[in-house]
C-alpha cells in the first residue's frame, strides 16, 4: 500500500510537471497566434478621402518651352569646393532648417553644406573617431526634431548615428525591420520591406511591404502580398521611397503601383494621388496577385517596353508636383500643374537669358525645401562646356550673379551646383 502510494504521487508528479509542460507550449502557442492576429489587425488600407486623380500621357508632355515660361525663378547655388569637401555626384539630399546633406555613393560618403553652400562637415569611414567605422553606405535619414542622421551599414549588423553637424554619436545593432529604405517623422521609424518574405518571415508578421513603427512597437503594417505568387527578384526595385514633403508629411511610393501616399505623423495613411495613364504604360490590374506572372515579370516589361513600373522623386508645391517615372524606355522627370492639367517635361526646354543660358536641371529633383523651393543640380563639366560656347557673348559674363562668377574663375573640377527652382503656377 504504502509503494503504491509513493508509485501513484510519483506518476502525480510527472503527469503535474507534462501538464505544466502542456500549458506553457499553449500558451506560447496562443501568445504568437495573438501576435499573428495583431499583426493583421494592424493592416492598414490607406485613406482614399480627397484622393486626385492625374491623368497623364507622358507621350504628351510640353517639351518645347523656354525657361522663362515656365520658371518662376530660378537659384544657382556653387556648393564650395576643397580637398575634404569633393565629391562627384548626388545620390541623395536631404535639406533641414539649416544644411543640405548630401550623399555620394562614390566616395561613400555623406557631405553637410550651410545654406550659402559653404562646407561644414563630412561623414567618412575613415573617421579614425570612431572605433569601429562603417562598411557601406546607401541611403541615410534624417530626424531633424532629435537632431540626428542615420544610416544603415549593409556590410555589418550596425546602424550608425551621427548629428547634424557631422559628429558621431553611437552605433547599435540595427532593427530586424530595417528594409530596402526607412526614414523617420516624429516619434514614427517607417520601413520599406519590398516584398523581402524572408526579413517579413523573420518578423513574424503577415507579409506587406510597409512598417510604420513608434519606437520600435509596430503602429501598422500595409500592402500585404501572397509571397507565392510575389517574390522580390522577380521585381525591380527602388533606390528611394520615402519624400519628404516638409509639410508634416512625408510622401511614399512602391514599385508597380501607380498612386502616391502620404504618411503623417500619427501614423495615419492616405493614398493622396493615384495616376492614370494610357494602357500602354501600366502594367496590369492583377500583376501583383496573377501567379501566371510569377516568376516572368521582367519579362512582361521587357517585351512590353513602355511600361512605366516605378514612379519616384515625388514632391509637392501648391498645385504643382514633380516625379520621375522609369521604365526600360523611360527615365524622365515632368512637373504636372494640377489645375490646369498640364504636363511638362522638366529634361527637355531652352534655355534663355532668365537662366543666364544656362541648364538649369540634369538628372532629377533631388528634394523639396522649406522654401517650397525644388532642387535640382548641375555638374562642373557641363557648365564649363558651356561656358566655352558662352564667354564670347556679349554681355553675357557681366550678365551672371557674383556666385557664378567666382565660380567659373576655376576650373571644371569643382562640385556640382545646386539649383533651386519654383514652376509658374500660371503655366
Known amino acids: 500500500m504504502y509503494y503504491n502510494m509513493i508509485y501513484l504521487s510519483s506518476v502525480t508528479k510527472h503527469l503535474f510537471i507534462l501538464l505544466l509542460m502542456f500549458l506553457a507550449l499553449f500558451g506560447q502557442a496562443h501568445s504568437q497566434a495573438q501576435a499573428k492576429n495583431v499583426s493583421i489587425n494592424r493592416?492598414?488600407?490607406?485613406?482614399?478621402?480627397?484622393?486626385?486623380?492625374?491623368?497623364?500621357?507622358?507621350?504628351?508632355?510640353?517639351?518645347?518651352?523656354?525657361?522663362?515660361?515656365?520658371?518662376?525663378?530660378?537659384?544657382?547655388?556653387?556648393?564650395?569646393?576643397?580637398?575634404?569637401?569633393?565629391?562627384?555626384?548626388?545620390?541623395?539630399?536631404?535639406?533641414?532648417?539649416?544644411?543640405?546633406?548630401?550623399?555620394?555613393?562614390?566616395?561613400?560618403?555623406?557631405?553637410?553644406?550651410?545654406?550659402?553652400?559653404?562646407?561644414?562637415?563630412?561623414i567618412t569611414n575613415t573617421d579614425k573617431s570612431v572605433n569601429n567605422p562603417y562598411k557601406k553606405i546607401t541611403h541615410f535619414s534624417v530626424d531633424e526634431a532629435k537632431n540626428e542622421l542615420l544610416f544603415n551599414d549593409t556590410r555589418s549588423a550596425n546602424m550608425y548615428y551621427y548629428d547634424l553637424d557631422g559628429k558621431f554619436i553611437r552605433s547599435i545593432k540595427k532593427s530586424k525591420m530595417i528594409g530596402v529604405d526607412y526614414t523617420t517623422l516624429g516619434n514614427l521609424s517607417i520601413y520599406d520591406l519590398a516584398f523581402d518574405k524572408y526579413r517579413i518571415n523573420s518578423l513574424g508578421i503577415s507579409p506587406a511591404n510597409l512598417i510604420i513603427a513608434e519606437n520600435e512597437k509596430i503602429k501598422s503594417i500595409s500592402f500585404p502580398f501572397d509571397t507565392l505568387v510575389v517574390q522580390s527578384d522577380d521585381l525591380f526595385g527602388m533606390n528611394q521611397a520615402f519624400y519628404h514633403n516638409h509639410d508634416g508629411s512625408v510622401n511614399?511610393?512602391?514599385?508597380?503601383?501607380?498612386?502616391?501616399?502620404?504618411?503623417?505623423?500619427?501614423?495615419?495613411?492616405?493614398?493622396?494621388?493615384?495616376?492614370?495613364?494610357p494602357a500602354v504604360n501600366t502594367v496590369p490590374d492583377d500583376f501583383l496577385t496573377n501567379s501566371k506572372y510569377k516568376n516572368r515579370r521582367h519579362e512582361y516589361t521587357n517585351s512590353n517596353s513602355e511600361v512605366i513600373y516605378t514612379i519616384t522623386d515625388f514632391y509637392r508645391k501648391n498645385n504643382i508636383i514633380t516625379f520621375r517615372l522609369f521604365g526600360h524606355n523611360t527615365d524622365r522627370c515632368y512637373a504636372y500643374n494640377i489645375k490646369s492639367e498640364n504636363l511638362i517635361s522638366l529634361?527637355?526646354?531652352?534655355?534663355?537669358?532668365?537662366?543666364?543660358?544656362?541648364?538649369?536641371?540634369?538628372?532629377?529633383?533631388?528634394?523639396?525645401?522649406?522654401?517650397?523651393?525644388?532642387?535640382?543640380?548641375?555638374?562642373?563639366?557641363?557648365?564649363?562646356?558651356?561656358?566655352?560656347?558662352?564667354?564670347?557673348?556679349?554681355?553675357?559674363?557681366?550678365?551672371?550673379?557674383?556666385?557664378?562668377?567666382?565660380?567659373?574663375?576655376?576650373?571644371?573640377?569643382?562640385?556640382?551646383?545646386?539649383t533651386l527652382f519654383s514652376i509658374k503656377e500660371s503655366i
Do not use: H
Open 43 to 122: 493592416i492598414s488600407v490607406p485613406d482614399t478621402t480627397g484622393m486626385i486623380n492625374l491623368r497623364l500621357d507622358p507621350n504628351s508632355a510640353i517639351t518645347d518651352l523656354n525657361a522663362s515660361e515656365f520658371l518662376d525663378l530660378c537659384t544657382f547655388l556653387p556648393l564650395e569646393t576643397t580637398e575634404n569637401s569633393a565629391f562627384g555626384s548626388i545620390s541623395q539630399l536631404e535639406v533641414t532648417t539649416k544644411r543640405y546633406i548630401i550623399w555620394d555613393e562614390t566616395t561613400n560618403a555623406i557631405l553637410f553644406f550651410d545654406k550659402k553652400g559653404k562646407f561644414v562637415a563630412k
Open 252 to 277: 511614399f511610393s512602391t514599385t508597380y503601383d501607380y498612386n502616391i501616399y502620404a504618411i503623417y505623423a500619427d501614423g495615419s495613411l492616405k493614398n493622396t494621388f493615384r495616376f492614370i495613364m
Open 347 to 418: 529634361n527637355t526646354y531652352s534655355s534663355d537669358q532668365s537662366i543666364y543660358m544656362l541648364p538649369y536641371f540634369q538628372n532629377r529633383v533631388f528634394a523639396v525645401d522649406q522654401d517650397r523651393r525644388f532642387i535640382s543640380s548641375i555638374d562642373a563639366a557641363s557648365l564649363f562646356d558651356i561656358k566655352l560656347k558662352l564667354v564670347g557673348s556679349k554681355g553675357w559674363s557681366e550678365s551672371l550673379p557674383e556666385s557664378l562668377k567666382s565660380y567659373f574663375k576655376s576650373d571644371n573640377q569643382q562640385n556640382p551646383i545646386l
